[in-house]
C-alpha cells in the first residue's frame, strides 16, 4: 500500500501556535531520543518564531538549542521553517546574510528547510533555495494558501511550476490558518500531482475544524507527507493529531510508518508539559477550541490575537469589529497578500490605524508604504490605483529584486560585534539586534560566574 509520512510538529509550530514558543529546550529535551525512534519523516524543531523566543524570552541560544536536538535525534531528518528573503523576521536580507544562514542552519544540524515567501513571489525564495541545495540539504518549497478572487487552483499550480523549476525536492502546500477545506485540498492536491513530480507535503491547522478532513482528502488525491501535532499538543490553532491521522490513514490501508507504542510514549511526556501550561495561563484554553469565524472574516487565529492586544492596549477594544471588517478591504487594496508574516501584520496595522483615525489611509503605515514601492515583492493582484498614487506619487514602483538593492550585511553585522564574533551569532544579531545584543550580555555574565565558582572551587580543593 502506498506509504503516507508524517512530520511532528511539537517542537516548532504546536508549540508556536498553542503556548507562543514559550517551550524551554529543558522542558523536551528528555523526550528527544524517543521522537527520534517513533519514525517521523521529519521533526519541525526551528525557525520562525522559536530563533526569536529564545534569544528574548527563553534565555536560549537558538543555534545551540538546534545542535542539541541534532544530537539526540541522529536518525530523524530535522526541519526548519525559513520565510524566504526575509530569513526570520520581517523585512528582506540581502543575499550574503541568507546563504550565509541557510549554510549554518544545515551545519548546525538542519536537514530540510521549508522556504516560503508571504506574496509567493519566486524571486524571494530563489537565493534560500540555491543555497539549501548547494549545501546538500533537502529545499521544500511551500505555496502559501489563502482564498482571494486571484488565488485559484491555476494559480497555485503555476507558482507550483516555478518552484520545481527551481529544485525543490517537494511542495508543500502552507496553509497558515487553517482555511482549506477538504474539497479545496483534494482538488489542488490532484491538480499539483497532474502537474509536477515532486513529492507533495501538506500543511494545515484545526484551528477552523476543517483540518482533520483535509489531511485525510489530500491523501487520498495523492499528497505524501502530511504535518500533524502529537496528540495532547494537537487540535485547535495547532495540528491534527498524530494518533488520530495515523489510525484513519491505516483504516484506509495506507502504509504508515509510525511505531505507535512510541508516539503513546511521546503522548504520556507531554501531557504534564501541557497541564503546566494550562495551569499557568501560558495555553488559553481559547486556542483549543474549533473556531470557524476564521472561515468568513479570513482572519488566522495568530493575527486576531495581535488585533485584540493592540486594541487593548489602545482601550479601543470596542473598535475590533470595526477593524474586523477594514481588514480584507486593507487586503484588497493591498491586491490579496495572504495574511502570513509579515503581511498579517502589515494588514492588521493598517486595517487598525484607518478604523481608529476615523478616515482611509490617512496615516499610511512605513511598512505598508515600502509594499506598494515593490520592496516586499511582487503584488500577487492589482494594488488599488489611488492609494498606490498616494504613495508614489509620480514614482514608478520597484519591478526588480529588492535584495539586490541592499548592501552586504554579513562583514558589518561582524564588525559591530567587535570583529571576532561566529557566524551564528552574527546571524542572531542580524535577524534580531537588540534580543541578540541583550542574549550575548547575559551570556557573558554568567560565563563570569561560572568561571569565578569553578575558580573558587578549585581553592576549596586545594
Ligand atoms: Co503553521
Not at 482549506?180 to 507533495?200: F, H, N
Not at 569565578?452 to 578549585?458: C, D, E, I, L
Request: glycine share 6%; net charge neutral; proline share 6%.
Amino acid at each position: 500500500m502506498r506509504p503516507v509520512q508524517l512530520t511532528e510538529t511539537v517542537l516548532r509550530d504546536a508549540n508556536q501556535s498553542l503556548i507562543a514558543t514559550r517551550m524551554p529546550f529543558e522542558a523536551f529535551a528528555p523526550i528527544l531520543p524517543t521522537l527520534d525512534r517513533a519514525g517521523y519523516y521529519s521533526l519541525e524543531c526551528w525557525g520562525g518564531a522559536t530563533f526569536d523566543a529564545c534569544l528574548r524570552y527563553l534565555d536560549e541560544d537558538p543555534w545551540e538549542r538546534l545542535r542539541r536536538i541534532r544530537k539526540a535525534c541522529p536518525n530523524t531528518k530535522l526541519q526548519m521553517l525559513l520565510r524566504g528573503q526575509n530569513l526570520l523576521g520581517y523585512k528582506h536580507y540581502p543575499d550574503d546574510a541568507v546563504r550565509l544562514f541557510v549554510k549554518k542552519s544545515i551545519e548546525n544540524g538542519i536537514d530540510i528547510l521549508r522556504i516560503f515567501d508571504a506574496l509567493n513571489d519566486i524571486r524571494n525564495l530563489e537565493v534560500a533555495i540555491d543555497e539549501t541545495l548547494k549545501n546538500g540539504a533537502v529545499a521544500s518549497g511551500a505555496i502559501c494558501f489563502t482564498h482571494s478572487p486571484i488565488h485559484d487552483a491555476e494559480h497555485f499550480v503555476r507558482y507550483a511550476k516555478q518552484l520545481e523549476s527551481r529544485g525543490v525536492q517537494t511542495i508543500c502546500i502552507k496553509d497558515m490558518a487553517g482555511i482549506m477545506s477538504p474539497k479545496e485540498g483534494y482538488d489542488l492536491v490532484r491538480a499539483l500531482k497532474e502537474t509536477v513530480k515532486t513529492p507533495i507535503v501538506i500543511h494545515t491547522h484545526a484551528t477552523t475544524g476543517l483540518g482533520f478532513m483535509t489531511l485525510l482528502k489530500c491523501v487520498e488525491a495523492g499528497a505524501d507527507v502530511i504535518d500533524t501535532a502529537i496528540s495532547c499538543f494537537s487540535g485547535g490553532t495547532a495540528q491534527p493529531a498524530t494518533e488520530t491521522m495515523a489510525y484513519v490513514l491505516r483504516q484506509y490501508g495506507y502504509d504508515v510508518p509510525l511505531q505507535d507504542a512510541v508516539c503513546r510514549e511521546i503522548n504520556e511526556f507531554f501531557k504534564p508539559v501541557r497541564a503546566d501550561a494550562l495551569k499557568s495561563g501560558l495555553l488559553n484554553p481559547v486556542v483549543m477550541g474549533t473556531q470557524p469565524e476564521a472561515l468568513i472574516d479570513q482572519i488566522p487565529g495568530g493575527m486576531l490575537s495581535n488585533l485584540v492586544a493592540q486594541l487593548t492596549a489602545q482601550k479601543k477594544l470596542d473598535q475590533l469589529d470595526a477593524v474586523l471588517e477594514e481588514t480584507p478591504r486593507v487586503r484588497k487594496d493591498l491586491g490579496y497578500p495572504p495574511l502570513v508574516t509579515p503581511m498579517s501584520q502589515m494588514v492588521g496595522v493598517q486595517a487598525t490605524s484607518n478604523v481608529l483615525a476615523g478616515e482611509r489611509y490617512k496615516n499610511i503605515s512605513k511598512e505598508v508604504k515600502s509594499y506598494i514601492r515593490g520592496e516586499y515583492g511582487r503584488a500577487p493582484g492589482k494594488i488599488d490605483p489611488a492609494l498606490q498614487a498616494a504613495v508614489l506619487g509620480d514614482a514608478a514602483p520597484l519591478t526588480g529584486r529588492f535584495a539586490d538593492t541592499l548592501p552586504p550585511a554579513v562583514e558589518a553585522a561582524r564588525a559591530a560585534l567587535g570583529g571576532k564574533a561566529s557566524d551564528e551569532d552574527v546571524l542572531s544579531y542580524i535577524a534580531f539586534p537588540a534580543q541578540a545584543e541583550a542574549f550575548f550580555a547575559k551570556r557573558e555574565e554568567k560565563k563570569k560566574h561560572t568561571f569565578t565558582y569553578t575558580v573558587r572551587k578549585v581553592e576549596e580543593d586545594a
